[in-house]
């Protein structure tokens, strides 16, 4: 059995599998799931589990270059903007429709419980050396 690290075998072999500038998105429940694109939901009830819980144990565990938010988040979610602000990976902040158009090219989206507004994020993969 694994020992550490991510126990949820479709997030460990997404994370496993990703190269350099493949990207996830970390979503709330309520954001579009696009046709085509894999769906790992973990949702169980509203705020559970948190966004927060989720992007931090991806972020432990995934070497990340750069995070894409809707620009949104900084008028409707001060409190989860301030908090994903203390990573000092590079941020990007584009509109929510963008943000939406985006998810079609991604390699999975994990669905959390999260039910507070903007609450996604599309994480680029980095290279480890």
């Keep these: 059995m694994y020992k550490t690290g991510i ?12 190269g350099h500038t ?11 799931i696009p ?6 939901d973990l949702a ?6 948190s966004f927060e819980s989720v992007y931090e144990l991806v972020l432990e565990h995934m070497a990340v270059q750069k995070m894409i938010f809707a620009e949104e988040i900084k008028s409707d979610n001060p ?13 990007e902040y584009i509109s929510h429709e963008k943000f ?17 507004p ?3 994020v599309i994480l680029e993969s980095d290279v480890l050396f």
Excluded at 22 to 32: E, K, S, W
Excluded at 35 to 40: A, F, H, L, Q, S
């Design 22 to 32: 493949d990207r996830i998105v970390i979503a709330d429940c309520g954001l579009p």
């Design 100 to 116: 939406k158009e985006m998810t079609r090219n991604t390699v999975a989206i994990i669905r959390t419980g999260e039910a507070t």
């Design 79 to 91: 409190e989860l903007l301030k908090k994903v602000n203390q990573s000092d990976v590079e941020k």
């Design 7 to 18: 126990l949820n075998s479709e997030i460990s072999k997404v994370l496993s599998d990703l």
């Design 35 to 40: 046709k085509g694109v894999r769906k790992i």
């Design 44 to 49: 169980l009830s509203f705020g559970v589990p």
């Design 118 to 120: 903007f609450a996604n």
